[in-house]
Structures are given as C-alpha cells and as structure tokens.
C-alpha cells in the first residue's frame, strides 16, 4: 500500500481529528448526520454496503498490517496517517486496531413495503441489546429495522454487539406509533410481543403475509400507545419464577417463531 | 424491623467487611466457596431458594426502605449495620441499594436424571450472555444448568443480567467432557449449537425424552473435544451476511426449538 496520499497528522489540535473524536458523543452524532467507526471490520462493512466514508484515519502499523486497507482508501474522500497517540484519542476500546471511518449516518435505509418482515424497537436502552436484535434481524433476513427512540444505533458499543449488522441491514429512526399506524394500513400484520392478557401464545400465531414485530424497553416493555396501535399480541410462554427474558433473546425468539408463519404464507 | 440486634460497623479495617469486599474478586470466591450478592431482589432469591446466608450489610437508611429486611435478617446468620462508606465500598453498581449478602456458593445443585433437559456453557466467556442464559434456562423450564470454564457466574454482572435465576437454577460447575459422557451413558440426547457442516436443520430435530444441549464460547465455538462428543450437531439456519449469532440468542432460540421436541416426547 503506497501511504504517499495520506495525509500525516500527529497533532491532536488538528480540526479533522477534533472533530472525529466529537463524534464519540451522541449529540455530535445528531447534529453533523456522522458516526465514526472503529475497527477493521466495521470499517469494511460501511465501506461494502455503500456508506459514505468521509475520511479514513489509519496508524502507519496497521496500514501494514491490514489486507483490505487499499479498499478502505480508495472508498475514502480523506485519507489522514495518524500516530499511534492519536488513535488513542479515536479509540473507543482498548488494544484498538488503530483504523477509524468517519462516515454517513447510514439511516432511513429501511422502508416498509407490502408483503416484508420487519423489527421494530421501541425504547430498547441498551446498546448490546439493540446491537443483538440488528444482529438477529439480518440472520433471519428480515427487510429493515426501526430504531424508536431508546438509545443511539450507532454507538460504538451498539455497533460492536451487532457485528456491522447495524450497518448491512436497512435501518431507519422512525416515530413508533406512525411507523405502526402505516403498516396496519398497508395490511402488514402488526405484532406486539407483550406480556398483558390478551396476549395470544405465539406458536399458536396465525400466517400472515408480511408483518411488523414490536419489541419494548427492557424495564418497561411497549409504551401504551403503540401497544394499543398493534393488532396482535404475542407472548413466549414461560415456566418457572422466570419474569420475562432478555430483551434481545424474547425479540429473537419471538422473530424466530413467527418467521416461520412468514414463510409460510409468502412463499419465501 | 428492630435494628438492635444488628452490629453496627465504620471502620474499613473491620474483619467482616473486608472479607466481604473481598470477595469482589474471581480469585477469592473459589479460594472461599463464598459469594457476595448485591441489592434487595438478588439477597431475598437467595434466602428464598434455601442458599445458605452468612452476614447481611445493610446501611440504616436501606433497612427502613427495604419491606423484607426482616425475612433477610431471620435468614442470616449474622447481620451488620454499615455505614454509607462501607457500602460504598462493597458496592459494585453506581446507586447501590445498600443492602448485601455473603452467601455460600450455591453451586452443584445439578445433576443429571433421564428424561431432564439441560444446558452447558462450553466456555462462554462474557457475563451478560451467561447471565441471559441462565435467564432463559429457568423461563423456559430446564432442569439445570452446567457451567464449564469460561466466566464465573457468581461474578456481579453475571447475577445481575440472570436477574436471579442464577441463584434460582440448580446450577453446577462442572467438567465439559465428562458432563456429555455421562449424559450420553444415560441415554440423553447430547445436542451441539454448531455450525459445521454435519450439523442438522434444528427445526428437523427428531423428538427425544431428555436432553443435554451444549453452547461453546462466543469467538471459538464449542471445543473440538466435546464437540465430537455430542451425538446430535444442530444449526439455526441464517439468511444474509451474518455469520452467526450472539450467544445468548442461538442458545435460546436453540432451546426453544428443542424443548418442543422434548416436550412432545415427554408428555410435559
């Protein structure tokens, strides 16, 4: 790799480093429409499902040391050789790979069409749990996901835990209640996995043609609007003093069953 | 609650305390066959599921807050009235409800009986994809749970994300090897969540009347040892780019899937 057109950078007052080590913040994130990610693979994912990447920060040893890294800076705009020092600054884990993107939000990729499954997250807080849920979506082929408030996809450690699924799968931030409104008017079967009564045992779901499953906030579960809005409630039964599951294991497994309904009926 | 019968400590250098605090650490847990439980809802799983209580701290504050102090009182064998430093200093979470148990270790609980269904964590390594385990082990109704190297699951972030059914589930530390051999003597089917190329649709599964399911370490899988041991290779068929699951999920949704197949089979 011929390191000429990258720009050495060593001093931690240069603007373009100030302004990626912002992007670790949440509202730097909001405001600017940038995230910066982290780590060889991450780095690759955005770059191989045509997220923007602004600029490329990378220490002279893992310019070296990594394959892919001609990929990387042919898809940058910028293309900074930082010290070692610097990636510090950048680095949001520690025994850091040393290479850094900052990109595009890729977001608002998802949309709902007729005859889809999608996940929708409503206040899911914690970012292991969002990154596990992105995670299983895209191994099940679902067609997008909708991050409803709760906390940023694109955190860093959010992004860690979905193994840049958060950045392969169609994601959108999306109002809860109108994203559920549209997809009852479109005919999409609105799923709420939901402990209260009504609720119908979920491997006794009827087929359907194309759905949205809702999955709530770890403490509270599905604000009370939203529930209202969804035509079915699902429960995973459970035994023992067991209160509930994870969230990201009951929105899994709550996928898993009613994909096969899914499937069924579309064909797939 | 009458606190009289409470010893009232301050100092740090008192014996009790530090040997508490101690217990913070991997290394002195095994060394002392004891735990230390944090917070209201894990000290009273404990007293309620017959683990043995050797001291409760409590700050005065927490005792009058706290409904069941009286019934975590009765059920320890010494009781401490500590100081909001103290607590501080036995705390492992930032707003500690101030309460604490030193208990036994309630482990090797589990053992193997025909017709049972069980887990083994084949070195899973990190305490909140234990903990979800052990979650969803008791939700949906196993009969016990085999640790086999891998994170300690007394650890405070391993308790806290079982909210309880670590304490809850006869739970066993154990040899990985030789739990599977024994299983297989016994005429358990031995299920391994692999990805290898034998491995079966899990949906295909034929029923069996008890089980043994084995989940590995989250970079490395199962060990080629006890993978070679477990007489039925099963895999969560995936869509996309994603290469696996996050522990936590496939173990649970590999359960799921089987314990219908048992559930059937044993007329449970």
Redesign the interface.
């Known amino acids: 790799m011929d390191l000429n057109t990258f720009i050495p950078l060593s001093s931690a007052d240069n603007p373009a480093v100030k302004a990626a080590a912002k992007l670790k913040e949440t509202k730097e994130r909001r405001k600017s429409g940038r995230i910066l990610l982290e780590g060889r693979r991450l780095c690759l994912d955005a770059v191989r499902n045509g997220v923007g990447i602004e600029a490329l920060f990378v220490t002279e040893r893992a310019a070296e040391r990594i394959p892919e890294i001609g990929e990387l800076a042919a898809a940058a705009r910028k293309r900074y050789l930082i010290t070692p020092a610097l990636s510090r600054k950048l680095a949001d884990t520690e025994g850091t790979q040393a290479v850094f993107c900052v990109c595009e939000t890729p977001e608002n990729r998802a949309a709902l069409i007729p005859g889809g499954f999608y996940l929708l997250t409503d206040a899911v807080q914690t970012p292991?749990n969002l990154?596990?849920l992105a995670?299983?979506a895209?191994?099940?082929?679902l067609d997008g996901m909708f991050v409803c408030d709760g906390c940023d996809p694109y955190q860093p450690k959010a992004l860690r835990?979905a193994?840049?699924?958060l950045l392969?799968?169609p994601v959108s931030r999306a109002d809860a209640a109108e994203t559920v409104r549209t997809a009852n008017t479109m005919g999409l079967a609105t799923f709420a996995a939901a402990l209260d009564a009504e609720a119908a045992d979920i491997?006794e779901t009827a087929p359907f043609a194309g759905g949205l499953l809702v999955v709530g906030n770890e403490g509270n579960g599905i604000s009370t609007e939203v529930l209202s809005l969804c035509r079915r409630h699902v429960v995973?039964p459970?035994?023992?003093?067991?209160?509930?599951?994870?969230a990201?294991?009951a929105g899994?497994?709550a996928r898993?069953?009613l994909m096969?309904k899914w499937k069924v009926d579309s064909g797939k």
Chains 1, 2 share one sequence.
């Open positions: 292991d990154g596990a995670r299983t895209e191994a099940f082929g835990a193994m840049g699924a392969r799968l491997r995973i459970m035994a023992g003093a067991a209160q509930s599951l994870n990201a294991v899994s497994i898993w069953e096969k």
